[in-house]
RNA sequence: CGGGGCGUAGCGCAGCCUGGUAGCGCACCUGCCUUGGGCGCAGGGGGUCACAGGUUCAAAUCCUGUCGCCCCGACCA
């Protein structure tokens, strides 16, 4: 039995002032946690409990289906340089030199350690599959730490790896991972959803986040309230309604003058059109690592191209140009391009890489083809007639625009964010967007790290094999900060009693009186053979003190044990509801076995 | 990295404009009192006013620089 008295449990009548969210202010109230720096806290007494108990939960589930290993956090060089990573995380990654000057990092992510773990032992198909997962700290030099532990540039991570033979024992083991994440995030009490996520750079494989809502969060998700579709709005598609042409005004192209319009609304405007009816021409610039001179970049104008009322999803861009990073162009590289200053940009006669697919023939072919730009067009301009677009020249747009008759896109790709109220890609009800916060994230790797750090064993037939990789991560404090804002109120917040610090509170409302005191004691004892977490509030307070306190700290039942001990009775108080129910001191092992669970 | 805000006791803040003994509430310690929702009374401890430099007889206050923290944006396997 824990007593208050004798314990660390610094609680605060005020929230610090830098606090924002809800679960930051609650922590930091109840003591759960201090600030050491920018993204960097401590946790204390309460905080660690709890924690810990999420941690119990975690390895409890993890250990049905995979091997549990700890790898060191500090990595050195070499490892991430094979993987290329040592470049792409930037300032991401915290770096170090040990003492003869040898570059160390603090590992952000565990694919490396784990695939030389793999590389070295692994030998033959009979060895697969494996999944092996640690619980441990990842550092990540975040831009912007914030909201508590929200984002963080340490916190604890459960970080599984999965290698399998091929495709289809992966998907056994990301369905295990599934399953297993659900059976977690539903013993610690969140309300979640599983959304589709956008699978980052490496495009193509499957990703699946698990998402609590919350505006506490980061990510923006569009759901379905008919099929049940749900998406990152990173990754999300929509269906939308057809929209209406305009009437073809004389016969191909035709300038306007449009003095001094350059937004897509003053021009609508000015013309009498709607957004809808207009082409948006995005001048952006593609970068990538120039091989012939290291340490510098190579780029390429790409031109994309929307419906004048959609917004580029960068996301989406970033898989068309397979990884590779952009920027918007420069005023310059805009003029060369285009010939024209931005605010009149259009597709109609800018060079480009033709979708009509050129023969590669010649080197020099080859060069000059890579050189074009490319031109991505949205699929929502599929099929639309005289749409209005800038002319790319000083104040004037044309009219009459007609996709593959007046310009030629490299290809047609889903480009646009997907908006409320948009058709749900499945069933066409209207989506919702929301915000959310990422609990937990499950991918299918592919052979990323088998190929660029040389992973393989031998095949059935003796052959050697790349075996394909998945990862899936849970941040262990965001289930922690979810709880918390999902479940509470102005005097504090309710956890789970799976992972609650304590099962119960038991508060004598006056520790001077000896019999209520002993009485207090009692019950403490008999819930804690019982096999409850009991917490024994034997502080000399006012009873005021106590009852806040408890509120406060997360605690999801208390017991007051007050002036109805006269009659053999104290009243069991359910935090979330404020409920309360009077219970016998004789059977308070059943009766708040009844309402609690041991 | 761009924009904004803030650094004065453990927490929340005032004082700064107009330079002159560093203050308030809560928390903390002692005593009395009180005991079902952050009691009351009395006494008390605690601060290099983020740091460095400058102006001045005198700087929390004015000037310059640095650092830290928070928010918005950019960024974010």
Redesign the pocket.
């Known amino acids: 039995m824990h007593r208050w008295s004798q314990l660390f449990i610094?609680?605060?009548?005020?929230?610090?002032?830098?606090?924002?969210?809800a679960s930051?202010k609650f922590l930091v109230?109840a003591g759960y946690i201090r600030?050491l720096?920018?993204?960097?806290y401590s946790y204390l007494f309460m905080g660690q409990r709890t924690l810990l108990k999420i941690i119990d939960i975690v390895r409890e589930e993890m250990n049905t289906i995979g091997q549990e290993f700890l790898l060191p956090a500090l990595h050195p060089r070499e490892l991430w340089e094979e993987s290329g990573r040592w470049q792409?995380?930037g300032d991401?990654m915290f770096r170090l030199k040990d003492r003869k000057g040898a570059d160390l990092c603090l590992g952000?992510?565990h694919e490396e350690v784990m695939t030389q773990i793999a590389r070295k032992d692994l030998r033959s198909y009979k060895q697969l599959p494996q999944i092996w997962y640690q619980i441990q700290n990842?550092f990540?030099d975040?831009?912007?730490?914030?909201?508590?532990l929200i984002?963080v540039r340490q916190f604890t991570?459960k970080?599984s790896y999965s290698f399998d033979i091929d495709a289809a024992g992966l998907d056994v083991s990301y369905q295990k991972h599934d399953q297993v994440y659900r059976a977690i995030f539903d013993r610690c009490g969140l309300k979640y959803m599983t959304v589709e996520a956008h699978s980052?750079?490496?495009g193509g494989s499957q990703s699946q986040e698990f998402m609590v809502m919350s505006d506490a969060g980061?990510d923006m998700v569009a759901s379905c309230g008919m099929c049940g579709y749900a998406a990152n709005l990173e990754k999300a598609s929509s269906q939308l309604p057809a929209a209406q042409d305009l009437p073809e005004d004389g016969a191909g192209p035709k300038e306007v003058h449009t003095p001094g319009m350059k937004t897509i609304e003053e021009v609508a405007k000015f013309l009498d059109v709607s957004p809808t009816q207009k082409i948006k021409t995005l001048a952006l610039m593609q970068l990538e690592d120039d091989k012939k001179k290291p340490g510098e970049k190579k780029t390429r104008p790409v031109i994309v191209l929307l419906r004048g009322d959609h917004t580029l999803n960068?996301a989406k861009l970033t898989t068309a140009l397979g990884g590779k990073?952009f920027r918007p162009m420069h005023e310059e590289e805009i003029q060369r391009v285009f010939g024209s200053p931005a605010g009149y940009l259009g597709p109609v006669k800018v060079p480009a890489l033709s979708s009509a697919g050129e023969e590669i023939g010649s080197v020099t072919q080859r060069i000059i083809l890579e050189a074009l730009p490319l031109m991505l067009a949205d699929t929502a301009l599929k099929g639309r007639k005289n749409l209005v677009a800038g002319a790319n020249k000083e104040n004037y747009h044309l009219k009459n625009v007609t996709p593959l008759r007046d310009f030629h896109p490299t290809e047609w790709v889903d480009l646009r964010n997907a908006a409320a109220g948009e058709g749900c890609p499945n069933c066409g009800n209207p989506l919702v967007v929301g915000t959310a916060m990422e609990i937990g994230?499950i991918?299918k790797l592919g052979y990323k790290y088998s190929t660029s750090m040389g992973l393989s064993v031998l095949d059935k037939d003796g052959k050697e094999t790349k075996p394909i990789m998945g990862?899936y991560?849970i941040g262990v404090e965001r289930i922690l900060t979810a709880a918390i804002e999902q479940n509470n109120d102005k005097?504090g917040f309710w956890l789970s009693q799976t992972i609650a610090p304590f099962d119960v509170v038991v508060t004598p409302?006056?520790v001077?009186?000896a019999n209520l005191l002993r009485t207090a004691e009692e019950i403490a004892l008999k819930l804690e053979k019982t096999g409850f977490d009991v917490l024994l509030d034997d502080r000399?307070?006012?009873?005021?003190?106590k009852?806040?306190?408890?509120?406060?700290v997360g605690i999801p039942y208390r017991i007051?044990?007050?002036?109805?001990?006269t009659e053999g009775k104290?009243?069991v108080?359910t935090r979330s509801t404020?409920q309360?129910t009077d219970a016998s001191i004789a059977a308070i092992e059943a009766q708040f076995s009844e309402i609690a669970q041991a």
């Open positions: 610094p609680t605060l009548r005020e929230a610090p002032a830098d606090a924002e969210v930051h109230r600030q720096a920018a993204g960097i792409v995380m991401t952000m992510t990842k990540r975040e831009p912007r730490p914030k909201s508590g984002r991570m970080d980052g750079a490496m980061e960068e990073e994230h991918f990862c991560g005097d409302t006056n001077t009186d000399d307070e006012r009873p005021g003190v009852f806040k306190d408890a509120d406060l007051n044990v007050g002036k109805k001990v104290v009243e108080v404020r309360t």
